[in-house]
């Protein structure tokens, strides 16, 4: 039996957010013969869920890790196996900050996106995940806990996203990791909080070797995975970094059923369509 840890974005998911559908077919293929697949994102679970349940990924032996490792989720009994959350004066200070450079920012609760002003970036990601963003006065004072994860979005420029991890580097070094998810998104969470040990939490639990586990990304988020699993596999859009840290790279990109190749040729064990 082999379990496929997958991203969404860029990777099991085509630029236009679908699942195409001959990576539907690998998957209800994986599954028919006992194999198993783990949506593994950066995503909120809200949005994870959706997707899991369009793929029939919530009964018996189905898992998600969601917000880049922050919380894994068992989907049959609805139970959260871990999380780790990010401190709320943690999240205040890069809410402050990101302001004074005008970036988007913007965190979450059990239930929606969470931003302090309505910004096309918003406007975009809510669509993109399909969780609703609710705009409150102060973050920070509106949660009664501490949440997983913040991010900070920059459509135009990742150079401003770049020049903003660099001058919260010495600030951040022993409260929160940041990490880029895509060219345009830089997110802030835990330090526990990597897809990487979200791989090494559900093996253990779910009983597979490592060696049996294949993990599939494309971007830096996906890396501690892609390091963790038995067979790591780069998509071939993915960025020159994640592509070194792999053993293999997809001949066909995510708009092209790449995902559907990972799996017919180191799962399923035959030519990809």
Aim: with cysteine; aromatic share 8%; hydrophobic share 40%.
């Amino acid at each position: 039996m082999k379990v496929v840890f997958t991203d969404l974005d860029g990777t099991l998911l085509a630029d236009n957010k679908d699942i195409t559908p001959d990576n539907r077919r690998a998957i209800a293929e994986a599954l028919q013969q006992g194999h198993k697949i783990v949506i593994t994102t950066g995503r909120p679970l809200p949005s994870a869920r959706k997707l899991a349940d369009s793929l029939g990924l919530s009964g018996e032996g189905c898992y998600l890790i969601a917000s880049n490792g922050g919380l894994i989720f068992d989907c049959a009994r609805q139970k959260i196996l871990f999380e780790t959350t990010l401190k709320r004066e943690y999240v205040r200070h890069l809410l402050d900050e990101s302001k004074k450079r005008h970036i988007h920012c913007h965190s979450y609760s059990k239930t929606n996106v969470l931003c302090e002003s309505r910004t096309k970036e918003l406007d975009y990601y809510e669509k993109a995940i399909n969780v609703p963003a609710l705009v409150v006065p102060d973050i920070t004072a509106y949660l009664k806990y501490d949440p997983w994860k913040v991010i900070l979005i920059d459509r135009d420029s990742k150079d401003r996203l770049l020049a903003f991890q660099s001058d919260m580097a010495e600030w951040a070094k022993d409260k929160c990791a940041s990490i880029f998810s895509c060219e345009f998104m830089l997110e802030y969470c835990p330090f526990d909080a990597t897809k990487g040990r979200g791989v090494e939490f559900l093996c253990r639990y779910m009983g597979i070797p490592r060696e049996d586990a294949i993990a599939a990304g494309d971007a830096e988020n996906d890396i501690s995975m892609i390091r963790a699993a038995g067979l790591g596999v780069a998509m071939a859009n993915a960025s020159q970094p994640t592509k070194d840290a792999a053993d293999v790279v997809t001949v066909r990109d995510n708009n092209h059923d790449g995902f559907a190749e990972i799996i017919d040729r180191y799962v399923l064990n035959k030519e990809s369509r």
